[in-house]
């Protein structure tokens, strides 16, 4: 399991007037031998990112038991009122990928669009998309995070 922080300039007000964020991430890793710490790690989690690999057709079908095991674990959230962005990456999206692809782009914006998810194709290798899908992520989960305030303050 990996820990990181990045800091990240993000608009804040409506008025669209940004600060910087420093964002801890933690990559929680997909073996099973992980599966314990990486349950300790889901509560109050903001933005969750479930990274596949677009080059391995079972890592994309392992997606819903991904979400569903970050869902037992925190059954009192109230994922559908919650404020919390699910951003899905397509990783292993270099140059060459194309031609060992075993998922397409339309197959995973579909599910993605299905889940209410973001979706972005990205390469940990060449940086590609990267920056763009964690300000993308976070600005939704801000822009949500106003709408839930301004909602609680009206309530």
Request: net charge neutral; with cysteine; charged share 20%.
């Amino acid at each position: 399991m990996d820990f990181g922080v990045r800091s990240i300039s993000a608009p804040i007000t409506p008025t669209g007037q940004s600060c910087n964020l420093r964002i801890n991430f933690f990559d929680t890793s997909g073996r099973d031998t992980f599966k314990m710490i990486r349950q300790q790690f889901y509560s109050n989690t903001q933005i969750l990112l479930v990274v596949f690999d677009v080059n391995n057709k079972s890592t994309f079908d392992h997606i819903q038991l991904w979400f569903d095991e970050f869902n037992s674990t925190n059954r009192d959230a109230n994922l559908t009122d919650s404020s919390m962005i699910v951003t899905l990456c397509g990783n292993q999206c270099n140059d060459d990928s194309n031609i060992k692809r075993q998922v397409s782009e339309s197959e995973v914006q579909s599910f993605a669009k299905k889940m209410n998810w973001l979706y972005f194709e990205c390469s940990a290798k060449s940086g590609q998309n990267v920056d763009k899908m964690f300000e993308e992520s976070v600005k939704c989960y801000l822009q949500n995070l106003n709408k839930t305030k301004i909602k609680c303050m009206s309530a």
